[in-house]
C-alpha cells in the first residue's frame, strides 16, 4: 500500500463505469447529459443533434460514417464536484458485439437503464449477467418517466424475477404519464417536482421530514398523495432497506426514476451514485489481488480497436489502470513477450475529443498507440512487477458463418487478416478438422461484426471474401476434447470444429439439441466460455 496522499487522494475520486441498456432504452441521451453537468458538452444545442454527436464520439471506421452508428465502444472522461469519472460506453444496437462485454471487464460498477413502459429488455439481461459474474455494484435507472410507465411495483417484481436482484428505491414515481407529477425522494424526504423544462427539478422539501408531511398534500393533490402515502408505507414496511454492503456485493440494486430527455432525475441521481459507487478497486492476479494504491504501476488491455487511420494500420489499446501511476513514456513490462516498452502517444477521451495524457491513476482507462504488438488481456506492469492479471472470458458467440476467399491466390493475405482481426478480438475463429484453410468458421455475437470482417479484409488486406451463414447459435468446449463425430448423433444441427488453440468445440443449432447431446455424453462437460484466452 503506498503511502503517498496524492495517489489516494487521486484514486479514491475516481468512478469508472459502464452504462448497460437495451437499444433505445435512452442510454446516448442519459450519457450527454451527464457529460453536460461535467461540462465536457458546453451546448445544449449538442444534445438536440444527439444523432449526430453519437456518430461524432467514435467516428473512427468507415463503416460507421456510413451506417451512421458506432461499431466499437469508446470511453468518455470529466470531471464532477471533485470525482474523475470515466464512462465506458457499451454499444448497443446491431454493433453489440464482445467488446460491448468486454467493457465490463474494465468497470468498477454499472449503471443499468431501463425503459419505464418497456421493462427489462434482452440485452440488457445478457449484460446484466456479466455484470453480475463480477460482482460489481450495479445502479437501476428507470428512464423515460415522462411517459406512460409501467407501474413502479410492476418494475420491481420484474427486475427481481427476471434478474434476480433485489431493488432498493431510492425515490418514487408520483403519478404515471401525463400525470406524472415528479419523484419522492426517500432518503431526503422531499418531493422533487417534474417540469417538462429540461433545467432539472424544483425540490419541495418535507417539514416534518416525512413523506406524511400535508404540506404535499397541497402540492400534489389528494388522490396522488394518499397514493404516496400507502406507497411509501408499504416500500417501508415490506421493501429492502438500503444496505450500501449489499449494493457494494452487487446483492441489492439501488433504484432511481427519473427522465433522461427531459433531465429529471438526472443530476439527483449522479451525485448519490458518485457518493455512493465504489472508487478503484483491487484486481485479480496471478499472485492474488492487486491493490489499486500499490506503488508501482500496473495494468491490462481490454479492448483494441483497429483502422483509426486505415493507411498505417495503426490500432488503439485500450488499458485499464489497476495500479499506481501512468505516466507518458513510462517504460513497462509486457508480461506476455517479457519485453520492457515504452508507452508513448497515450490519449484519453472527452466527448469526441481526444487528448494526450501526461499521467493518469488506477481506475482510467486510456488508449495506447498500437503497432500490433498487443493482445486483449495483455498485463503491462512496471518492470519490477511479475504477474499476470485474471485472463479477459471469451464471451459466448451466437451468429456462426462460413467464410471462403474468393481468390485462392490471395490465401496468405486472407488468413493472416483473419489471425490479425480475431487477436483483436474483433471474431472468434473456428476450422472444421477436415476443412481446406481457406474456409474457416467465424463466431460472432453480433451480425454487424461479420459486415466489419467483410469490409476490412477488402480494404485493409485486399481479400474478397464470400460470406455464408450457418444454422449454429451456440458454441460449446469440450473437456476432455475428445467427443467424436458418432457421439453427435451425424446430425446437421451440430458440428465439430476446433477453435484457434485446437480445443475442440461444438457447435449447435439450438438448445434442444444440446441438450440432447450432453444428456447422451454424461461423461463429457460441455463449456459456454473457455476459461481464458491463452497463447
Ligand atoms: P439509446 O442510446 O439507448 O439507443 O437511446 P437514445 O438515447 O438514442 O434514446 C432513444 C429514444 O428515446 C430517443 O428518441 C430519445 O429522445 C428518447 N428518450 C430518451 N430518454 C427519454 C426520456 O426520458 N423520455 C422520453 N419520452 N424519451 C426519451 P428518438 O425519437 O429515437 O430520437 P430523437 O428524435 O429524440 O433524437
Known amino acids: 500500500m503506498s503511502s503517498d496522499n496524492t495517489l489516494l487522494n487521486e484514486i479514491n475520486r475516481r468512478r469508472t463505469f459502464a452504462i448497460i441498456s437495451h437499444p433505445d432504452a435512452g442510454k446516448t441521451t442519459l450519457t450527454e447529459k451527464l457529460l453536460l453537468y461535467g461540462g465536457a458538452i458546453r451546448l445544449a444545442g449538442a444534445v438536440k443533434g444527439r444523432k449526430a454527436q453519437k456518430h461524432a464520439v467514435s467516428d473512427w471506421m468507415e463503416i460507421e460514417k456510413q451506417r451512421g452508428i458506432s461499431v466499437t465502444s469508446s470511453v468518455m472522461q470529466f470531471e464532477y464536484e471533485g470525482f474523475h469519472i470515466n464512462i465506458l460506453d457499451t454499444p448497443g444496437h446491431q454493433d453489440f458485439s464482445e467488446d460491448t462485454y468486454r467493457t465490463l471487464v474494465a468497470a468498477d460498477s454499472a449503471v443499468m437503464l431501463i425503459d419505464g413502459a418497456k421493462g427489462v429488455e434482452a440485452q440488457t439481461i445478457k449484460l446484466f449477467h456479466v455484470c453480475r459474474m463480477r460482482g460489481i455494484p450495479i445502479f437501476t435507472f428507470i428512464n423515460k418517466m415522462d411517459r406512460f410507465c409501467k407501474d413502479p411495483f410492476e418494475l420491481m417484481e420484474e427486475i427481481e424475477n427476471t434478474l434476480g436482484i433485489r431493488s432498493c428505491p431510492m425515490n418514487w414515481p408520483i403519478g404515471n404519464g401525463v400525470d406524472f407529477k415528479g419523484v419522492y425522494n426517500r432518503s431526503k424526504a422531499q418531493i422533487e417536482l417534474f417540469e417538462n423544462s429540461g433545467h432539472g427539478q424544483n425540490i419541495v422539501a418535507s417539514e416534518v421530514g416525512s413523506v406524511g408531511d400535508e404540506h404535499f398534500r397541497e402540492v400534489i393533490g389528494d388522490k396522488l398523495y394518499d397514493k404516496l402515502c400507502e406507497d411509501i408505507e408499504l416500500l417501508d414496511m415490506a421493501g429492502d432497506p438500503f444496505d450500501l454492503e449489499k449494493v457494494k456485493r452487487g446483492e441489492l440494486t439501488p ?58 494500420r495503426d490500432r488503439i489499446a485500450f488499458m485499464r489502470i489497476c495500479s499506481g501511476k501512468f505516466e507518458k513514456d513510462m517504460m513497462v513490462k509486457q508480461m506476455r513477450t517479457g519485453k520492457t516498452i515504452k508507452l508513448s502517444q497515450p490519449q484519453q477521451f472527452l466527448a469526441q475529443d481526444r487528448n494526450a495524457v501526461e499521467e493518469a491513476y488506477a481506475g482510467d482507462i486510456i488508449g495506447l498507440f498500437d503497432p500490433g504488438i498487443f493482445k486483449i488481456g495483455d498485463t503491462l506492469c512496471s518492470p519490477k512487477l511479475n504477474f499476470n ?29 483473419m489471425e490479425q482481426i480475431s487477436q483483436e478480438g474483433a471474431i472468434q475463429l473456428f476450422k472444421r478438422p477436415d476443412a481446406a484453410y481457406e474456409t474457416l468458421i467465424v463466431g460472432v455475437v453480433g451480425v454487424l461484426q461479420l459486415e466489419v ?19 449454429f447459435t451456440y458454441a460449446r468446449w469440450t473437456e ?31 438448445q434442444w439439441i444440446m441438450n440432447r447431446i450432453e444428456n447422451n455424453n454424461p461423461d463429457i462437460k460441455f463449456l459456454e466460455i473457455p476459461p481464458v484466452y491463452k497463447e
Open 453 to 471: 470482417l467483410e469490409y476490412r479484409l477488402k480494404n485493409e488486406y485486399g481479400v474478397n471474401i464470400i460470406i455464408e451463414r450457418l444454422p
Open 389 to 417: 492479471f485474471e485472463g479477459i472470458p471469451m464471451f459466448p458467440a451466437e451468429h456462426f458463418a462460413n467464410v471462403s476467399i474468393k481468390d485462392a491466390m490471395k490465401r496468405k493475405q486472407f488468413l493472416k487478416g
Open 480 to 510: 476432455p476434447g475428445n467427443l467424436t463425430p458418432d457421439q453427435l448423433g451425424f446430425t446437421g444441427d451440430a458440428m465439430l470444429v476446433t477453435d484457434q488453440y485446437q480445443r475442440q468445440v461444438v457447435l449447435f443449432a439450438n
Open 255 to 312: 433504484l432511481y426514476f427519473g427522465s433522461a430527455m427531459t433531465n429529471f432525475g438526472v443530476q439527483p441521481f449522479l451525485e448519490d451514485f458518485l457518493r455512493l459507487a465504489p472508487p478503484p478497486s483491487a484486481h485479480k492476479s496471478d499472485i492474488g489481488e492487486i491493490a489499486p494504491d500499490s506503488d508501482e504501476f500496473s495494468g491490462f488491455i481490454f479492448k483494441i480497436q483497429a483502422n483509426m487511420n486505415p493507411a498505417h
